[in-house]
């Protein structure tokens, strides 16, 4: 059977913006403050007095007795302006990605078994809810009953995403607000040169300062959530799509602090390459096409081969447009993770399950005698 996906419509589509170009075009007017910090310095050259008399005397002197060449010391100060770039600040990120990605995986693995518990008691709560609704007059054009009529339409991964995409828009709108903007940039984008590096790299997965950034990515995992948790259920999605915001984004560390080329970036595409990368490899026969190309269509196994090759190249290359890095860290991770990861990770969750359910049919008030 032919399934088509029209995700393919925006140029932006599973963009992950390096933001280069965003600081550059808003200083001149959403970030003020770093303008209003160069003229404060207008004055600086009077400083320079000072230093002509007593600190060369002094340096003159100290060298002379070290045997040095001659030079005044204060010329070395500008040296802790230059970016940092030392893998050895990697490893709070590494330890942080791992440690994200095991509670990830294990929330989701509880998270289920509280689903499926609660599945079970609370299905003849709502049979009777559904008859007691039958037996209430009903309004017409009720607000309420109109948008559960509307939820219940929506596939449960279209349900599952639905949280995501409205967290992403509220990122979207706080980056609007003037006085939030140094919050922003601290803590909703990833940069290897910044002092905060770990919560900016979740934080950042759902940040977008572009509409048609977040617009084009949020279309995407739209289109594909209801192939994706139907192949892994609505708890593994969730730590799939979590964790792969942040391997992404340590990818993106990596490939930043190898090259010097250090900088911002922020957005969901680098999960969302996983997520189209798992259905792809789950389907590789599916049929998917441009949404004003219709008449063309390519199997999901050579898009995501034309992903990957792009991604690459443009990381060889040093294209600056995208965050080419975490992309092909997203699409890698999603590969893995479909291949190997389902075996190693999810299947293995059932000691910590048995774990969980001990705890709770132990707990206080069931005297240890608890229900299974």
Known sequence: ???RSNVWSCRGFGVRSNVNFLTSKLRGHRFTFYT??????KKAPKKNEPQKVEPEEVG??????AGRSKGPSPMAEPVPTAPPRSFGRLLKPLVFTVAFTGCSFGTAAIWQYESLKSRVQSYFDEERADWLEKLRPQKEGDIRKQVNRWWNSLSEGQR????IIAANVLVFCLWRVPSMQRTMMRYFTSNPAAKDLCFPMIFSTFSHYSLLHMAANMYVLWSFSSSAVSLLGREQFMAVYLSAGVISTFASYICKTASGRLGPSLGASGAIMTILAAVCMKMPEAKLAVIFLPMFTFTAGSALKAIVAMDAAGLVLGWRLFDHAAHLGGALFGIWYITHGHEMIWKNREPLVKIWHDMRTKGPGTGGNGAP
Do not use: H, K, L
């Open 1 to 3: 059977m032919a399934w």
């Open 36 to 41: 209003e910090q160069r003229c404060g310095f």
């Open 60 to 65: 003159r002197r100290e060298m002379e007795s």
């Open 160 to 163: 599952t995403v639905t949280g």
